[in-house]
């Protein structure tokens, strides 16, 4: 409920602004600098209305988040503004000057105060989606002696660490060359985490892979300036030299010919990396050069 205050005689009341879009925010704004205390109401879960889902705005062409955003910080830190989001107007009594308004407020199932904006909420909500868990009775991993004796230590080493998912899958990765099916499966259960996770970190990052890799990386940066500077040309010259194409690695598992979208030393276009050792400035006839230490 929303009431004015009686204050030494005079009356001293808030201020509810109905909807949330750009003019209920810049209307909050200006009633908050007066020294109004201000109810924000919006029905849906955040403010910021339809022009947030604009790209330019009539006439001038600027963007709209530009000019919006500004507003949406300043209406969340101000002192005098309350934003109510997430629910309806259900009753409005009195006068203007003098009224009471009841407020609805819906349920969110997360906690407001630590909401950091992740997504992950939308993304495991049991309301729409059907949340995946492993079953119970899934026969144990079974690891062969070599493959155990590897990843046993791995996750002891990492098991206690914050970011030990993380870290146990670079191991992993750098002592295998890939993520097997079963060792994801047994760190899982060892670490006692979904599979899921495990699995949406490892086709997150790049460094790693699921299927075998050489062991020779080849990495041809195809970022705008390799790319401009015949990045595409040594790509094309590589896949003819291995006979393989970008993604693939050779059958006798020597090389894996991989793209990356920059390596940060954009002044040494175009540049190609194996194992890590950067060639720059590299011309299509020098490839059979570079490749030939590999061999």
């Known amino acids: ?20 879009g750009v003019a209920g925010i810049q209307a909050a704004l200006d009633l908050a600098e007066s020294g109004q205390k201000v109810y ?16 330019k705005t009539y006439p001038t ?44 407020r819906r349920a969110r199932y997360v906690d407001g105060t630590k909401c950091t904006g992740c997504g992950l909420c939308v993304e495991q909500c049991p309301v729409q989606y059907a949340i995946y868990e492993d079953p119970k009775d899934l026969p144990p991993v079974v690891l062969e002696a070599r493959d155990k004796n590897i990843v046993d230590p791995i996750l002891a080493k ?94 006798d598992m020597r090389f894996t010919l991989r793209s990356v979208r920059c390596l940060g030393c954009c002044s040494l276009a175009p540049v190609i990396t194996v194992d890590g050792e950067t060639y720059a400035k590299v011309a299509e006839k020098e490839i059979p050069k570079i490749l030939d230490p590999y061999e």
């Open 1 to 20: 409920m929303i009431a004015p205050r009686e204050e030494k005689g005079a009356q001293v009341g808030a201020v509810l602004v109905i909807g949330g």
């Open 40 to 55: 924000l109401l919006e029905n849906r879960p955040a403010i910021g209305g339809h022009m947030a889902r604009l790209d």
């Open 61 to 104: 062409n600027d963007c709209s988040m530009c000019i919006l955003a500004p507003k949406l910080v300043e209406a969340g830190r101000h002192l005098n503004i309350e934003v109510i989001a997430h629910a309806d107007l259900i009753g409005l009594e009195g006068e203007p000057g003098r009224f009471k308004a009841a407020i609805n």
């Open 158 to 251: 990492h098991r206690t660490d914050q970011n030990g998912a993380i870290l146990v899958l670079k191991d992993i990765n750098a002592t295998l060359g890939y993520l097997p099916e079963n060792v994801l499966r047994y760190a899982a259960r060892e670490l006692e985490i979904p599979l899921s996770l495990l699995y949406r970190l490892a086709t997150f990052y790049s460094a790693f892979s699921l299927v075998p890799r050489g062991r020779h990386v080849i990495s041809v940066c195809l970022g705008t300036t390799c790319y401009v500077r015949g990045a595409g040309k040594l790509m094309s010259r590589i896949e003819q030299e291995l006979e393989i194409q970008e993604g693939q690695t050779t059958p």
